[in-house]
């Protein structure tokens, strides 16, 4: 797929999601081997907690980025986060990215 559509669209969902204190926004960065989840603070500019699959050895790509999904839960309702705003970065929900919001349910967090 192109990466300038997935940037258009990303602007597009960007214009209508926004992290605050209360509910920060959950973004996902999908590359070709890996894939990085972050909660941000959008008001402050500040991420607030990151995962990422560079550590697990799990054998897919979609078992990877459920973990990611469970471990990025874990760290944030340490620090008290319970909701979110999910930003699918542009990409569609389905796949990896279906799989890592699969996770952060489990794991606890609500969106």
């Not at 940037?7 to 590359?31: A, N, Q």
């Not at 500019?45 to 469970?70: F, H, P, R």
């Amino acid at each position: 797929m192109n990466k300038s559509l997935r940037v258009k669209r990303h602007k597009k969902i960007r214009k209508k999601i926004m992290g605050t204190k209360d509910r920060p926004r959950l973004s996902v960065f999908r590359s070709g081997k890996h894939i990085f989840a972050q909660i941000i603070n959008d008001a402050e500019s500040k991420t607030l907690v990151s995962a990422s699959d560079l550590n697990l050895d799990k054998s897919t790509k979609s078992q990877k980025a459920y973990e990611v999904g469970k471990k990025l839960a874990e760290k944030a309702l340490k620090k008290k986060i319970k909701a979110v705003v999910f930003d699918r970065g542009g990409y569609l929900y389905h796949g990896r990215v279906l799989e890592l919001a699969k996770g952060v349910r489990e794991g606890g967090l609500e969106f």
